[in-house]
């Protein structure tokens, strides 16, 4: 998951944070990124370019079609996850918020084994990853 959300971003980031849920049999997630201390979602990286001497013609490739195939990636990530536990008869944490610093090499993850949407009509996988979204961001100004 941290591969392909660095190869996202060519390698360009401070952090990266990624959101999986495994709830009911549903498989969701997301990602976003701390780039030069900003916290941006992964289709507005540009907005976190600041003008670098030795390299001002650089943007970031935010291709939709992109974006899909890094989504696709996690999901199936977590379906491997989910195999491995039931092979090993172990719990599948209902969600797991992954942050990996890009600077230190050091990832942590929080796991939830608890059902976190699914018994709340008014949330959503996206709405709980959203949530972190901008509490992080908020953290981080």
Known sequence: MVSICLEYVFERANKIYIYCSYEEGLVSSDFFYNINGKIVERHKLNDALVNEEDDTNFSYDIAVERQKAV?????????????????????????IKIVYDVKSNELTARYKYELVHTNDSNKTASSIARLWFEQIKKENN
């Open 71 to 95: 989504v696709k990636i996690i999901n199936e990530n977590i379906k491997e996850i989910v195999k491995l536990c039931k092979k090993y008869d172990r719990e599948m944490p209902a969600e």
